[in-house]
Every structure is written in structure tokens, then in C-alpha cells.
């Protein structure tokens, strides 16, 4: 019987709700939101809708990432089902139009964690939050003109992870583990994707120390385990023995990559990136030389807990300091000899994070080039 | 008196303009394994290297070949199950899910009925197949009876399969570690991994299925004109979704080679099988409007996407380019492989 | 009661009974401030959908209308700081030109559309990354206001988007109802040969059809490139499904001749309520694909007219 | 052994079978005869169990059956021979005869092709056709299909213990004169086993064949008799319900053409594998006949002046000038005007209303700058609807929803009202009722006045004759006579058909 009782509350409230703008005029309502964005006196809730945003959930990141949303909700001694989820399938018109409707239906009582999926959806997306008065911290992609302190308190915050440097540290292990010189193969994210290209680059940086080592390819495999298997297979046609390491964009790269090198009966020493459990397995048997854990678990519950604590005021994020509003994430090395230890750490027992430390694990203000 | 008997069509000399179309798509495949070494042999010029044409060919190397068997045989599997289909004159779009979810509920039962193929866990094999069928007849029923066109049933199918892979797994990989069943991978008679000989099997089976079942043939009937094979007392709603689910199990194989292949199973094991396998059947020369065409013309036709996929890396193409080229050159291939004068117009 | 007579009225009684069952879950639905804006999102689907209405109307399929919308989001981003509003005009062009490939591949090669335009596609998608150096690229705030700003503006409470999705639904009604074209796309879906056996260039209206379908995609890519501010060679990706679910759930069949854009519009409604009640109802993450998937084969299920499906079912 | 009793059958509107007996006894050859439109084809729907009756009963042997569908029927041993369409043409002929009864090849779910060829084999003997059973069915010719579509429906013989009736339907349209006295010969030999219902429109060949012969109008059977008392013209007298005679074809209206005024001349055209050196001139007021058999080249040519064939040889000129491009579009230019055969496929766009077919071939006269004037196109519909009395509710009226004569009336209106002057007619009359072929042919008279030429290739021999000036017989392709049609002087049936075969 509660959903009924539930339903005829839901129904009075909205009448009421209802009521009250058409008294007011409709147009009269449309200008208010349309003053929207003061950056001085942002509305704050009580009782937020909590949001998270992302690609997929075949991918064994998002999970991660869901993971801490849910702890952090749990902290708040609700359910984790209240944390509701958009999943946008690859697609940024999907995620935008998402976003919009829970914006609608929650009429902007909404803290928002969320990856837009691609760079250019980030604006549209923090522009609508703002605009209904929500409160929406990103993560990952985002344009690079586009700032949190710009939008007052609405736009909580964004973090995103450095992948240039881990990604240049892995591959210096790699190249030191084939003992400076041979040939390397680099197999991609999606290409126009930012830590596509930022774990491209730090490859070539560590390159140029390594003047015996030579890049013999690059190629995008979409961050598909499949794909890169056969991409991989394609590169053993090509350069055979030449190739005596290969670097990954992610895990799930580098599993196609090791199946491919498999079939062949092949050797050759990899590193990946993003440290989900089966690849810091991988990582403990010594088939993986090194991955970058970036503890997307505390990444989702701390963007989510940004975005709630800022809706429900607890802190007024315009007076923060500006490595506040953007921040790197922390990044962990996985090797061989931590691999253990760190599963033991991370994995298989999930620290309890204190949501509200919000910055400690932090990285530092983000850099534009 | 008029000798009727005389009067069926003469075949005609060896390079009949038919002949040639039906051999079209070989003839593109031959062409492009040849073309390929050729680059290769025009690079290494260029440097200097010495190259004997072929012999030192990287591409052109049985090891190669292995590497392309493996990368084909998965959707070899999904493009046979599509091609009775679009003999049928239908088309099935909902490979994505159906091997999704096979993919996954095999890895569950595989791993909860103890993990190796040396216990009772093979039998997670047979059950991937029933779940294929029925996911296959599911579809079809939706497309028969409720007579929705089959572009949209199996297409709202797929996301349905999809959906229903996501649900069980909650978005987790299963690993498939099992060394015997790896061994589909790992294992190699003469070069080639017994994924590749178990995709032969197969194939086998289904060139069975087209030519010496009446299935097969009642497929080839309803594509060929399904109101006459209903007038002549054919069963054409049985043999719809009879090949439909026919499809599904090929799917299921499909899918069973794609975990064996990366010993993985996700909901994201079907990703991209969708237009590669339906491209894949139309290069081979099966027609979309159904009659024409058969299994062989989808090895071959899996074969060319694969050749091309494979032999634009080995050569070096940059990475942009690919999907162009991969793009320009199946245009080109169904272009050859269609008879034009067999066809009043094409939509 | 003539179900025939009401056959061709359910799409728009299944977008209306989905609306009355999501916001009878869940009133909020019903706030036509929040609706309006669900509304104007769904705009860059809707104006593809229109323009897939074209290829779908004469009996093909247009998949390359998601990879000529990624090329634009490039080229709009690309050329916008040197032709301003201008690179417009070069979007639609980029559009039509691609589209207009795809039918004479389609057309004189004799190349079925589902392998031609999805093969279009590639070439499309090839040249986006090529234009992008596979890069997410944004546009200068300032040149994208100045030039396209107006966009997001609205009048008496009508976002410009909806204007504009509005103008190009009257435009594509215009085409399809009001001129010889039209016409001949009519006479070309239902009755190919009868089109030819009156002296129809029908190979030209079927090109001109994929033309204006991949003009179509290349104004739902610019929309969406200046909405987003920005292009890269993924940016609309997930649009191509959606678009032709759109346009089948709207009533037109792939057989041709039936439906029109009009029906587009609804359908395309459909599947924004559709996905917004996946949020209105809180289906949970997991079975949000499944629940898309079943609804679909309902919604479908009800809207095709099969009186109008010429003979067998496919 | 067979009977309909008091069978009706109601459709939206049409009341298609009036309480129709029907018998056929044991080894009984029985003709069924009867105007197009006349409730023929329903009935043979009906018994060979695609249609299901309304009304009355059908009984075998005094035991009532019902058939839901057409395989229920020939359990009972009901076939039905279809026209040569019926065959599936990317399958072998032995595929085509056990289509749907595999199953008594199959063991162990294989085909056992090898026992196939042979059961093949032996139906194909019953045929006296000898061709390979494994060859595929688009490589024989017309007169072949025929013979294995009855081969087909033998299959019967061995299947069912009891009596066969086997549906004949214009078993003889595609055959040459010798094949089908072979066919008839055939089904004498068989009717030992099997009762024959034999539908044509040929009299003559019904007259030929059969014991008894049924005669029906507006879906009743208006008279049954036996072949003795048989005579044609009171047979079609009776199809017809009024007298055929030479008003019929409207012979005293056939006026002179001009000789002066050519419109079309051919000069040794040849398409390859269609025919060969074929010249003729048609002028305006003219009709110029096309006599030949099924794939004689008949309809190559008018495909050839309309602009779907380009010769390989040789010059068409129309109107003084020499055609250069053939596409359509030019033809439709150059006011030629085309009526396909397959009215509903190629004449009409079912789907399309009245107003929209009728412009369809003159969109850019009713369009400025491509934008249409559907006030205009009303206005011209409407003249031509009363016209040609096209009965209509309404020219909105969607045409594929039209009878059939009033379709070719739409056909003919679009190009009379868009001025075509040279205009082809293939099969116009073809499935129409009696009194929409007069409309036809006072339509053919009426272009002539208005000096429009006219190449016809007729339904029948009878039809050509009667509408002709002139008649060009083609034999494979090859010119083989060329006869004068002036009224009084036209040629006879017998004339035309010794060059024909």
C-alpha cells in the first residue's frame, strides 16, 4: 500500500507545485530560471537527488567507480539505491538529453557527479546544471576553457588524472625492463579521446630517453579488448620479433594484447594503465610489468560527495581556492613487487574513505599546456 | 513436333558474364592477398631491402594466416547464422545481444559447474547453445506473429539481448581460464589453433544444413519467392523462425569462439559483430533480397573484411585512413559481385 | 469501430498513452517547462531522423547519417573561425555531397544501401578523423556566440533550437508533400517501376533522397557541434540507431511509400519519452537497455500499420 | 466425386460467388469459361482451398470438407497447376516438384538428393519432359515451367490413395500451338488417374479438351454443357451476356491514318537476344498491331520505342528525328506514352491517389520551380475522370483500391492529358470485364480521331484484328508478315497464326 500513499502525496505535492506556477505565469518562471546563474546566492537543498553519469558498465573502470558512488551514499545512511544512474552507451547526445530530463524531473534538486563521455559535451552539460540550480562536479573529460570557478557555486568541480606522467613512468619501466633498445608498439584508447592521447605522449617523452628504443606503431583500439587483439595480431604480421615490448592504454587493451602474444606462443613484456583487479592479478603472476592504479572507487564516491555536500551546503565551493575547483587525481604504481600488497590494500579490502576529506589524496592543481 | 525438352538454356563457354560475377568475390579476395605483399614488396624497394615478390611477404606467410583465421572465426560463426537469414530475403540484427548474453551465461554456468571442461562444466556448452535457439526463436516469434518487418523485431531484439547481458552480469568481466578449453586458442594443428578447425566444423555443418536439408532449401524457397512457397504448401512461418533460431545457435558458436578467443565474457563480447557480419555476407555475394548466395560466399566474403582489416596494418596505412579504405573497398567488391542485369533496382 | 480507419492514428495514441502512463508514475513528467526542455535536447536526433525519413521513405536505409554528422562536428569546428555562421553553408554542402555519393553508389554501382551508406560511413568517419587529427577539438567561445549564439536564445519562451527543428520540419513537410520531388519520392517508394514506366528519373530522386538525408545529418551534426561547442571524429556517436528507431516507430516502414516526416516527429517523441521515463520511472542502470528494448518491440508492434506493408512481411 | 454446393463467397463490397454448383466426376475433364472478372479465379481459389467459402458446402465422395489452406486440399488431392509465374526460379525443377514434401527424401534430417532426382525423374516422364532434375529452374524455358509445374502437382498421384483433382489455370498462355497440343495429349493420358478442371479463355482450346463445360457471369454459372452440344458463339455469347460482333471492336469507327504524317520509323532495329532487323513506320491516326507469341520480341520493342531497350543495331526515328538517348525520361518527352501490361506493378502506383498518378509522368507541367499546383492537377483529374467516365468516389481515392478498368482509364489519362500523341498499349484489356474493354476500345478510336498513334500488342488475336490497321506478326524475334487491317478486308485468325508458330 505505501507506493499508493506515495503516489497520492507525489500527486498533491506536484498539484500543488503546479498550482503555484500557473498562478505565478509561466513566463514569469521561465525568466527566473533564465536570471539563473548568480554566483552569490546559490539555493541549497536539503535532501538532493545524487547522481552518477558515465559511459558503460561492461567496463570494469565504471564499475569502480559506481562502487564508490554507492559507498558514499551508504555513508549517508541511505540505501544504496538512491543513488540513481545515467548511462549513456558511448553516446553524448544520450548523456546531455539524460541529464536534462533528471534536471526536469527533479526541478534542479540534483547533485551531479558525472563524465560527459566527450570533452565538447562537458559545456552544455554544466551549463544546463547551472541553470537549473543543480550542483555537478566532472570528471575525466572536459574542454579546457571551460572552469569551475566560472559558473559560481554550481559547478562544484572537475578532476581528471595526469596520465602524461604515470603513463611516461610505466613505459620507463617497460623500456628499462627491455634493456633500452628494440622496438615498442603503443596500442590506443579511442584517438580523440583526452587520456588517449595523454598516455600516447607519455610514451614518446620516456622515448627520448631511450634513443635505442624505436616507436614502431601506433595504433587506436578503442579500448577494446577484441580489437586489440587483433590489432596486435596485425603488428606481430608486421614486425615479428622486432617488437620487444608493448605499451597499453588500459587494461582491457592490454588483455586482448596478451591473448594476441598468447595465440603466437610470444613473450614480450607490457604495461597497461587504470589497475582494475584482474589486471593487478596480472600484475602479481609478473605477465603485466606495471599498471596505474587511479582509484576510481574514491574518483566516484569524492565527486559524487563534492557535488552533495556543496547542494546541501556544507561548504560554499566560490570560497574555495581554485586547486579546489580543479584538481588531478591520485595515481598508485602497481608492479610486480607491490602487486600483492596493493590488492590486499585496494581491492580485496576497500578502505573506507572519510567522503568529506575531499582533497587529501588529491594531486594538485590541474595544468593547462 | 516441337522438342521441348531442347529448350533449357545453354550454360554457355567457360568466362560467361555469370561465371564471373558468381566468382566475383574469390577473385576480389585473391586480388587483395596478392595486393597486399605487393606494398610490402614496394616498401622494402624503397628502402633497399632485397624481396622476392610473395616469398618474403610477411602478410602472405601461413603464420599470418593463423593470425586471420583467428581474428575471423568468431564472426564467421555470426555471418553464417546471418546468411540463412538473408537468403531468406529477412535480415537479423540482433547479434550484438544474442551473443552477449550466450557469452556470459555460459561463463556463468561454465564457472559455477567447475570451471574446466574436464567436469561436468561442458555442459555450459550445449547450454549456450539452447540459449542462442531460443533467443533466435524468441525472435523470430516476434517477427512472425506479431508481423513486425525483421529489420525492426530483431533490431529492438538486440537491444533487448544487450540489455538482458548487462542485467546478469551488472556490468562484471567473467575470465574463462580454463587451460582445455583455452586450448581452442592456445593449442595449434598444423599452424592453425583449433578454434579455426572448430569454426570449419561448423561451416561444414552449415553448408550441410543449405544443401542437403530440407531446411536449408526451404530457405533458398521462401527467399526466392514466399508466396509461391506458400502456395505450394510450405510452411512459411515454421521455416522463418526455424531460421531464425537456426541463426541463434550459429550466434551462440560465434559466441563460444569469441570468450575462447580472449577468455573473457562481457556484455560487451557482442560490440561491433553487427554491420561487420551483414557487410561481411554481402561481399560474399549473397544477395539482401534474399535466393542467392550461400555459406561459401560468406567465408570468402569474411575473409575479404578480415584480409583488408589485417592487411592495412601490416602495410602501414595510418590509422585514418583504415575505415575509408576498408569502406572504398567493400563498395568495390559488391559492386564486381552483382549482376546487373539479374536486378531491376536496387534500394 | 474500424481498426483500419485507426490503424494510421497510433502512433500519435502511442505517444500520447506513453506520455499519460510516465506522468501518471510520475507528475513531475508533466511540467511543460521541463518538457519543453526534453523537447529541445532531442533536437540533433530529430533533424537526423528527418533527413533518414528521406532514405526510408523510397525503401533504403541511411547508415552513414551518424559518421557524416561526426565529420561535420569537425568541419564545423575546424572552418568556424574562418567562414563565421558561413561554415554552415559548408556543413550542409559536406552533408549533401556524402549523401549524394551514397545514392550514386547505390543507384548506379547497384550497391544496396544498408552496405553503401554504412561503407559511406567509413569514408565519412575517415575524414573526420583526418580533419580532427584525431583530436576533441572546441570551438572559440567567442566565435561560436557571435556566429551561432542566437541559437540558444528563445522567443516567447520557444527555444530557437525548437524553431529551427520546427522551420525544417515545415521544410521537409513542404518537400514531401508540396513539390514534384516529393512526389516522385512517393511514386518511387510505393511503386518503383511504375515510377519508371512514367518516365520518372528515378535513379535522380533516389540519389537526391540520400542527398538530402546526409544534408539533414549534416545540419543534426552542426546543431550538436555548436550545442557542444566543439567536434571530434565520436562526438554523435549513438544518434544512428535512435534515428532510425525514430523514424519505424513513427510508422514508417523500411517497405517505403507509407509514413512521412510528420510521423518522424512522433516518433521520434516517442523515443525521447521512452528514454526520459527510464529517469521519471527510476528503472535501475542495469535494466534500463532491456526495458528500451521491450518497449520498443511494443511501441513498434502498435504503431506499423501492416495493412500498408505491400504483401509478405520480411 | 467432387462437388461445390450453392458456394458463395463475399467480399467488401463484391458479391464474387452466387451460390455456384460445381461438379466434376471421376476421370472428367471439365472447362470452366468465363469473362475476366466473371468469379473464375475466385472459385478455383476456393477449391483448391486458398479461399474459403461463406456459403454452401464442398464435398468429395458426399463427405463435407473444409479446407483452411491449400495444403489441406492437397491432402484431399486437390493440386492446382499454376501459370509458369508459380515456380521458384533460384531453385533446381526437383526442388520445385517436392517444394514442401522434402520430407519422403529426408532420413536422419538429410536430404537424400540422389532418391529426389530419381522421384523427379519419374514425375518428369509422367510429363514426357526430359531435363535434368538438378538444373535450376530460371534455365528453362516458359514452355518447360509449364510441364514441371504439372509434373509438380502429379506428385499428387503417389501421395494420395484416393481420386486427384488437378486445377488447370491458362495452362496454355506461354505455349506454342504444337506444345500445347502436346499438353493436351498429355492430360487425355492422365485423366485415367486424375479429374482436370481446365481454365482459359481460349474457347476454341476449351472446346478442345473438355467433357463439360461450366460458363460463368458475375460469379454465377450461367450454363453447363456438354461437348457435343458445345458452340462457341453461344458460349460467349453466354460469357458476354450480348452478342460479339464487329461494333465490338468498334470497327466502323476505324478511320484512315495518315500516310503522310509518320510518328515512328524503325529501320532494321535489332536488340541483341530480343530481335533482329525489325522496320515499320507508324503514323498518326494509326494502330499498328504487334502479333506474336510469348517472348516473340513483342514487347521488346514497345519497351525499345519508349526508351527502356537501346538498340544495338539500326535507327528509330520519332517525329522526323533520330533518337539518340533512350532512357524513359526522353521518351515520355518526345510524347510517348506508355501502358504497361502489369497495370497494377507498372501502370498504377498503388498507394498513389487518382490526381497523383494521372501527373505522375507530367510533374514539371503542374510544378513551378518544383513546387506543385495541386489546385491544378485537381482541375485537370477531375476533366478526365469525367472523361473517361473513371467511376471514382473520389480523386482522392487511393488507385490501388480501383477495379481494374478504371486503372487503365487512369493510366490512359495520364498520358492523353499530358498530350502523348504516340502512345504503346501492352495487354490494355488484359483482366478487364467486357464493358471496360469497350471503354478501351472507343478510347483507342477516340486517340485515333485525335491523331494519335497507337502500337498495340493485343490480349488476343481477335482484339488485334479487330483494333488494327496494321499488323506486323514477329516470330523469335523476326519479322515474318506484314498485313493490312482496313475494316473489310482484315485479316483472319488463321492468317495470323500460321506466321505466328
Not at chain 1, 561492461?58 to 549517508?76: D, K, M, R
Not at chain 1, 566516484?300 to 566560490?318: N, R
Not at chain 3, 530557437?160 to 520546427?166: K, T
Not at chain 4, 531453385?91 to 532420413?107: A, D, H
Amino acid at each position: 500500500m505505501s507506493f499508493i500513499k506515495k503516489f497520492i502525496e507525489q500527486e498533491t505535492v506536484s498539484r500543488r507545485n503546479f498550482l503555484l506556477a500557473s498562478a505565478y505565469g509561466i513566463s514569469g518562471a521561465a525568466a527566473m530560471r533564465m536570471f539563473g546563474p548568480s554566483p552569490v546566492q546559490a539555493a541549497t537543498y536539503a535532501d538532493p537527488t545524487i547522481a552518477w553519469s558515465y559511459r558503460n558498465r561492461t567496463n570494469p573502470y565504471w564499475n569502480e567507480i559506481v562502487s564508490g558512488g554507492e559507498a558514499f551514499v551508504e555513508s549517508l545512511g541511505k540505501q544504496k539505491e538512491f543513488l540513481t544512474h545515467l548511462i549513456n552507451e558511448g553516446s553524448s547526445e544520450k548523456s546531455l538529453a539524460d541529464v536534462k530530463a533528471l534536471l526536469a524531473k527533479t526541478n534542479g534538486e540534483l547533485a551531479l557527479a558525472i563524465d560527459t563521455n566527450d570533452a565538447p559535451n562537458a559545456r552544455p552539460v554544466v551549463e544546463a546544471c547551472v541553470e537549473a540550480g543543480a550542483y555537478v562536479s566532472t570528471l575525466w573529460n572536459k574542454t579546457d576553457d571551460l572552469h569551475p570557478w566560472d559558473f559560481g557555486d554550481n559547478y562544484v568541480s572537475h578532476m581528471t588524472w595526469s596520465d602524461e606522467g604515470p603513463a611516461e613512468r610505466t613505459a620507463r619501466i617497460l623500456l628499462d625492463a627491455i634493456g633500452g633498445k628494440g622496438g615498442v608498439v603503443h596500442l590506443g584508447g579511442i584517438a580523440s579521446n583526452n587520456p588517449a592521447i595523454e598516455r600516447l605522449d607519455g610514451l614518446k617523452n620516456a622515448l627520448k630517453d631511450y634513443p635505442d628504443v624505436e616507436l614502431l606503431d601506433a595504433q587506436p583500439a578503442d579500448w577494446d579488448t577484441q580489437k586489440a587483439a587483433q590489432i596486435m595480431a596485425s603488428f606481430i604480421t608486421r614486425y615479428g620479433d622486432e617488437i620487444t615490448g608493448v605499451h597499453c592504454a588500459n587494461d582491457t587493451i592490454g588483455y586482448g594484447v596478451l591473448e594476441a602474444l598468447r595465440a603466437e606462443g610470444m613473450d614480450v613484456p607490457i604495461v597497461t594503465y587504470d589497475g582494475n583487479p584482474q589486471a593487478v592479478d596480472l600484475v602479481a603472476e609478473g605477465k603485466i610489468l606495471a599498471t596505474v592504479f587511479t582509484n576510481p572507487h574514491w574518483g566516484g564516491g569524492i565527486t559524487a560527495s563534492l557535488a552533495y555536500h556543496a547542494a546541501v551546503g556544507h561548504f560554499k565551493p566560490s570560497d574555495e581556492p581554485n586547486e579546489h575547483r580543479e584538481f588531478y587525481g591520485p595515481t598508485i604504481f602497481v608492479t610486480p613487487d607491490d602487486a600483492r600488497e596493493f590488492k590486499t590494500n585496494y581491492l580485496e579490502n576497500v578502505p573506507t574513505y572519510d567522503w568529506q576529506d575531499f582533497w587529501g589524496p588529491s594531486n594538485g592543481q590541474i595544468m593547462y599546456k | 513436333m516441337t522438342d521441348i525438352s531442347a529448350q533449357t538454356e545453354a550454360l554457355g563457354g567457360l568466362l560467361t558474364r555469370d561465371r564471373i560475377v558468381r566468382w566475383a568475390p574469390v577473385l576480389v579476395l585473391v586480388a587483395l592477398v596478392l595486393l597486399f605483399p605487393f606494398f610490402e614488396f614496394l616498401a622494402d624497394l624503397v628502402e633497399g631491402k632485397e624481396h622476392v615478390y610473395l616469398l618474403d611477404s610477411r602478410f602472405f606467410s601461413i603464420r599470418n594466416g593463423a593470425r586471420i583465421g583467428i581474428a575471423a572465426t568468431p564472426a564467421l560463426m555470426v555471418a553464417v547464422g546471418a546468411t540463412f537469414i538473408i537468403i531468406m530475403g529477412s535480415i537479423d540484427l540482433s547479434m550484438e545481444g544474442t551473443i552477449s548474453v550466450c557469452a556470459v551465461l555460459f561463463a556463468f554456468a561454465f564457472l559455477g559447474w567447475g570451471g574446466t571442461l574436464a567436469s561436468w562444466a561442458w555442459l555450459a556448452i550445449p547450454l549456450a547453445l539452447v540459449v542462442g535457439a531460443l533467443l533466435g526463436f524468441v525472435n523470430g516469434m516476434i517477427h512472425v506473429r506479431l508481423k513486425i518487418p525483421s529489420f525492426m523485431a530483431s533490431l529492438a531484439m538486440g537491444f533487448v539481448g544487450t540489455g538482458l547481458a548487462l542485467l546478469l552480469t551488472g556490468g562484471d568481466r567473467l575470465r574463462v581460464e580454463d587451460e582445455l578449453f583455452r586450448s581452442l586458442l592456445t593449442v595449434r594443428w598444423l599452424n592453425f589453433p583449433i578454434m579455426c578447425y572448430v569454426a570449419l566444423a561448423f561451416l561444414l555443418l552449415a553448408w550441410f544444413i543449405q544443401s542437403h536439408t530440407a531446411l536449408g532449401r526451404n530457405f533458398y524457397a521462401v527467399g526466392g519467392g514466399e508466396q509461391l512457397a506458400q502456395s505450394s504448401g510450405l510452411n512459411v512461418a515454421r521455416v522463418r523462425i526455424m531460421g531464425f533460431t537456426l541463426a541463434g545457435i550459429f550466434f551462440a558458436v560465434g559466441a563460444l569462439l569469441a570468450v575462447g578467443r580472449i577468455g573473457i565474457a562481457e556484455t560487451a563480447t557482442g560490440n561491433n559483430f553487427m554491420f561487420v557480419s551483414i557487410t561481411a555476407v554481402v561481399v560474399g555475394g549473397t544477395a539482401l533480397w534474399g535466393g542467392i548466395g550461400g555459406v561459401w560466399n560468406t567465408l570468402v566474403g569474411v575473409l575479404i573484411v578480415n584480409v583488408i582489416n589485417n592487411g592495412m596494418v601490416v602495410i602501414g596505412l595510418p590509422p585514418y585512413v583504415q575505415d575509408g579504405v576498408l569502406g572504398t573497398l567493400v563498395i568495390l567488391a559488391v559492386a564486381l559481385s552483382t549482376n546487373r542485369k539479374s536486378v531491376t533496382f536496387v534500394k | 469501430m474500424n481498426l483500419e480507419r485507426i490503424k494510421p492514428h497510433f502512433p500519435w495514441m502511442t505517444l500520447l498513452a506513453l506520455v499519460c502512463v510516465v506522468g501518471a508514475a510520475n507528475p513531475a513528467f508533466f511540467d511543460p517547462l521541463g518538457f519543453l526542455s526534453l523537447v529541445t535536447d532531442v533536437v540533433p536526433l530529430f533533424i537526423m531522423a528527418l533527413g533518414m525519413t528521406f532514405a526510408i521513405y523510397i525503401g533504403g536505409i541511411d547508415l552513414s547519417a551518424q559518421q557524416v554528422a561526426n565529420m561535420v562536428t569537425v568541419v564545423a569546428t575546424v572552418y568556424l573561425s574562418q567562414f563565421g555562421i558561413g561554415v554552415a553553408v559548408i556543413c550542409v554542402l559536406a552533408g549533401f555531397l556524402f549523401g549524394a555519393m551514397s545514392g550514386f553508389v547505390t543507384t548506379r554501382l547497384y550497391v544496396p544501401s544498408f552496405v553503401s551508406t554504412l561503407a559511406m560511413g567509413f569514408i565519412a568517419l575517415s575524414a573526420a578523423k583526418y580533419l580532427s587529427g584525431q583530436r576533441a577539438l572546441s570551438m572559440d567561445v567567442t566565435e561560436r556566440n557571435t556566429s551561432f549564439g542566437w541559437m540558444f536564445d528563445s522567443t516567447a519562451g520557444v527555444p530557437h533550437q525548437l524553431a529551427i527543428a520546427i522551420a525544417l520540419l515545415a521544410f521537409a513537410w513542404f518537400l514531401q508533400t508540396r513539390t514534384s520531388f516529393g512526389r516522385a519520392l512517393k511514386a518511387v517508394g510505393s511503386g518503383e517501376l511504375a515510377a519508371v514506366a512514367s518516365g520518372l528519373n528515378v535513379d535522380r530522386v533516389k540519389i537526391l533522397a540520400f542527398a538530402i538525408s546526409g544534408a539533414f545529418a549534416g545540419i543534426a551534426g552542426l546543431v550538436f557541434s555548436v550545442k557542444l561547442s566543439g567536434g571530434d571524429a565520436n562526438l554523435a556517436n549513438g544518434f544512428l540507431l535512435l534515428a532510425i528507431v525514430a523514424v519505424l516507430v513513427g510508422g514508417t516502414p523500411l517497405t517505403g511509400g507509407v509514413g512521412g516526416v510528420i510521423n518522424t516527429a512522433i516518433g521520434t517523441l516517442i523515443v525521447m519519452v521512452i528514454r526520459a521515463a527510464m529517469v521519471y520511472l527510476e528503472i535501475s542502470a542495469t535494466q534500463q537497455q532491456m526495458v528500451f528494448g521491450v518497449v520498443l518491440i511494443i511501441a513498434i508492434a502498435l504503431t506499423i500499420d501492416c495493412s500498408k506493408l505491400s504483401g509478405v512481411v520480411k | 466425386m467432387y462437388a461445390l454446393n450453392k458456394v458463395d463467397k463475399h467480399f467488401p463490397g463484391v458479391h464474387a460467388l452466387k451460390a455456384v454448383d460445381f461438379q466434376v466426376g471421376r476421370g472428367e475433364i471439365v472447362g470452366l469459361v468465363g469473362e475476366n472478372g466473371a468469379g473464375k479465379s475466385t472459385l478455383m481459389k476456393i477449391i483448391y482451398g486458398a479461399y474459403q467459402p461463406d456459403g454452401g458446402s464442398i464435398t468429395i465422395d458426399g463427405t463435407t470438407m473444409r479446407f483452411q489452406n491449400p495444403r489441406q486440399a492437397m491432402n484431399h488431392g486437390i493440386g492446382m497447376v499454376f501459370q509458369e509465374q508459380s515456380l521458384i526460379t533460384n531453385l533446381t525443377v526437383m526442388e520445385n516438384i517436392f517444394l514442401g514434401y522434402e520430407q519422403q527424401f529426408v532420413k536422419f534430417g538429410i536430404v537424400d538428393w540422389r532418391a529426389m532426382a530419381k522421384a523427379a525423374r519419374h514425375q518428369l516422364t509422367k510429363v514426357k519432359l526430359d531435363v535434368d532434375p538438378a538444373a535450376v529452374t530460371s534455365q528453362l524455358s516458359f514452355a518447360q515451367r509449364q510441364l514441371v509445374e504439372l509434373a509438380k502437382v502429379l506428385t499428387l498421384e503417389e501421395r494420395i490413395d484416393g481420386d486427384l483433382v488437378i486445377l488447370l489455370d491458362e495452362p496454355t498462355s506461354v505455349l506454342a500451338k504444337e506444345e500445347v497440343e502436346l499438353l493436351f495429349q498429355l492430360v487425355r493420358d492422365l485423366a485415367k488417374r486424375a479429374s482436370f478442371i481446365f481454365v482459359s479463355h481460349r474457347i476454341d482450346e476449351v472446346l478442345e479438351l473438355s467433357d463439360r463445360i461450366y460458363v460463368m457471369k458475375d460469379g454465377a454459372v450461367v450454363d453447363v454443357v456438354t461437348r457435343d452440344e458445345a458452340d462457341v458463339d453461344d458460349i460467349q455469347h453466354k460469357m458476354v451476356g450480348r452478342e460479339i460482333d464487329k461494333e465490338y471492336y468498334r470497327e466502323q469507327k476505324q478511320a484512315p491514318y495518315a500516310a503522310d504524317a509518320p510518328l515512328i520509323r524503325f529501320d532494321n532495329v535489332s536488340v541483341d537476344n530480343r530481335y533482329r532487323d525489325i522496320s515499320f513506320d507508324l503514323h498518326r491516326g494509326e494502330v499498328l498491331c504487334l502479333v506474336g507469341t510469348e517472348g516473340s520480341g513483342r514487347e521488346a520493342i514497345l519497351r525499345t520505342i519508349f526508351g527502356l531497350e537501346t538498340p544495338t543495331s539500326g535507327a528509330v526515328t520519332i517525329k522526323g528525328e533520330q533518337v539518340t538517348r533512350f532512357t524513359a525520361m526522353a521518351g515520355v518527352a518526345r510524347g510517348v506514352g506508355y501502358v504497361p501490361r502489369e497495370r497494377k506493378v507498372e501502370g498504377i502506383v498503388n498507394g498513389m491517389n487518382v490526381f497523383e498518378n494521372m501527373t505522375l509522368s507530367q510533374l514539371n507541367k503542374y510544378s513551378d520551380l518544383g513546387v506543385l499546383r495541386v489546385g491544378d492537377e485537381k482541375e485537370m483529374a477531375k476533366d478526365w475522370v469525367d472523361r473517361l467516365a473513371i467511376k471514382t468516389p473520389d480523386i482522392r481515392k487511393d488507385c490501388g483500391g480501383l477495379s481494374g478498368g478504371n486503372q487503365q482509364k487512369v493510366v490512359l489519362a495520364k498520358w492523353r492529358s499530358g498530350g502523348s500523341d504516340i502512345i504503346l498499349l501492352d495487354h490494355p484489356t488484359r483482366g478487364l470485364d467486357i464493358g471496360a474493354k469497350e471503354d478501351v476500345y472507343e478510347m483507342v478510336r477516340e486517340m485515333n480521331d485525335a491523331g494519335v498513334g497507337i502500337v498495340l500488342v493485343a490480349d488476343t488475336l481477335e482484339e488485334a484484328i479487330g483494333l488494327s490497321h496494321t499488323i506486323i506478326v514477329i516470330k523469335d524475334g523476326e519479322f515474318q508478315k506484314r498485313f493490312d487491317g482496313t475494316p473489310g478486308a482484315k485479316p483472319s485468325l488463321y492468317d495470323l497464326v500460321h506466321h505466328m508458330i
